[in-house]
């Protein structure tokens, strides 16, 4: 079956480690996104990629990488930087579709659970 | 930059009571889409309107684009304990075919049986 996988489900890390979170997808979809979400506060987009070695800086960019070597792949890297990491994170992917106005659906990961202590 | 803000944060209501939330913009929106997020899960594409006024339904759920595309709706008629979860709307920033999505704050719909 198709679909976004994200590992690991759970990721517990003490303050001051980088860390990455996994996000492979085989829908031969074009574009990923990198969302953080806190309670309260809904789906903030930290990173996206449109292609391969490509990507763009969402609202909330500051302290995250990101790298698009691969078209399945769009790895987060969580660095020392970002000042409250802890997060429930969400890779979602979707299909361009060239020449046409309308937007396609956004297709989710089921999520890592971050926690730094 | 672009914003979407969402209406209410929170809902609860008794089961076979009806909800809506709203979405509104400052500027005007090439589409809206829908998602449902659920207890625990993550968020699923329930539609996406595009036309000035239009009204789409997905049995007890019923789905508004203002006339002004700068305003969204959904409305659950008669809502059950399968309706529980987190209603987002979400809106291209820019270009759909190439813009970021950005989401409203969601609302949280609490249904009691």
């Known amino acids: 079956d198709g679909g976004i996988t994200q590992s690991p489900k759970y990721l517990f890390r003490k303050e001051g480690q980088n860390v990455t979170l996994s996000c492979e997808q085989n829908?031969?979809?074009?574009?990923m996104y990198w969302y953080r979400q806190d309670p309260g506060q809904g789906l903030r987009l930290i990173y996206y990629s449109q292609i391969v070695n490509d990507f763009q800086k969402g609202d909330i960019a500051e302290g995250y990488s990101v790298s698009r070597e691969k078209k399945e792949s769009f790895p987060l890297t969580v660095t020392s930087a970002q000042k409250n990491p802890t997060a429930f994170y969400l890779c979602a992917s979707r299909k361009l579709a060239n020449g046409l106005i309308l937007g396609s659906p956004l297709h989710f990961g089921n999520g890592t659970r971050l926690t730094v202590t | 930059g672009q914003q979407v803000m969402q209406i209410p944060q929170y809902q609860h209501v008794q089961e076979g009571e009806d909800f809506t939330t709203y979405c509104n913009s400052s500027?005007?929106?090439?589409?809206i889409q829908w998602y449902k997020q659920r207890p625990g899960g993550h968020p699923v594409f329930l539609i996406q309107?595009?036309?000035?006024?239009e009204v789409k339904k997905q049995k007890r759920l019923t789905f508004q684009f203002g006339e002004a595309k700068k305003n969204s709706s959904l409305h659950i008629t008669a809502t059950q304990t399968t309706d529980v979860g987190t209603y987002f709307c979400a809106a291209f920033h820019g270009s759909s075919n190439t813009g970021k999505l950005i989401f409203g704050q969601g609302t949280t719909l609490q249904v009691k049986p």
């Open positions: 500027t005007t929106l090439s589409n």
């Open positions: 309107l595009v036309k000035s006024g």
């Open positions: 829908l031969n979809h074009d574009a």
